[in-house]
């Protein structure tokens, strides 16, 4: 005779599938690639480090790296946007914009915009040289990067410019594009390399050296 079963028993929910719990060990293993990967990159330069390197020190397989990245010239665009965040919450580039909408003060903001970038450039500046020689041993995807990451940074050095001009705290006469040229000098990888990796400064050093010369030049 066949088991009665009791209609009124709901039945056994399968198991939710935890989306969340997946995505944040997708995002765990991606900074745990991109943090191997600058590792590799930054001790034995761009075109020695390979692929299986890096996925066998991040742990996992070469194809995810393909997958997610699509290989080496992928892998340091995203380590070199990751660094434009800077190492505090909210990122860098947000703390800057409203730092610009809120400052009552002209120099408290050229401060500010200097602690900046003494936050930032330890993180992009030795990830921009590294792109640089490698465009300059011919790499032509290095080289394509080396180009737009110059044009993102200078359209944001515009931006800042722009915002600063339109509360009237840029010295009279100054036009927005020279501003944007002293701000974009100043961000270079190679200013950084000269006085900090080479000459030893500290990154605060450096980060007020920044300012002062911002206030010499745009206020």
């Known amino acids: 005779m066949p088991h009665n079963v009791n209609a009124s028993e709901p039945p056994t929910p399968r198991r939710a599938y935890d989306a969340r719990r997946r995505r944040e060990l997708a995002e765990e ?31 996992v397989s070469p194809e995810s790296i393909y ?6 010239p992928g892998l340091v665009r995203a380590i070199q946007e990751q660094s434009l965040l800077g190492a505090g919450v909210p990122p860098a580039e947000q703390r800057s914009d409203l730092a610009q909408l809120t400052a009552t003060d002209p120099l408290a903001l ?41 044009d993102v940074r200078y359209r944001r050095m ?29 961000t270079t ?3 950084y390399e000269s006085l900090v990796m080479k000459r030893g400064w500290s990154a605060e050093r450096y980060g007020t050296f920044i300012a002062r010369t911002l206030e010499a030049n745009l206020l």
């Open 158 to 186: 515009l931006h800042n410019v722009q915002r600063i001009a339109a509360r009237g705290v840029l010295r009279p006469g100054l036009g927005a594009q020279e501003a944007a040229d002293v701000m974009f000098t100043c």
């Open 110 to 150: 050229i401060e500010q915009l200097g602690r900046f970038t003494a936050e930032v450039s330890p993180l992009a500046a030795p990830i921009i040289l590294l792109i640089r020689d490698a465009a300059a041993s011919g790499d032509a995807d290095m080289a394509d990067l080396l180009r737009e990451v110059d």
């Open 29 to 59: 293993s991606r900074r745990t690639v991109l943090a191997r990967a600058r590792e590799l990159f930054l001790a034995h330069g761009f075109g020695p480090t390979t692929i299986a390197q890096i996925a066998q020190t991040a742990g």
């Open 189 to 191: 990888a190679e200013l």
């Open 67 to 72: 997958k997610n990245f699509g290989g080496k």
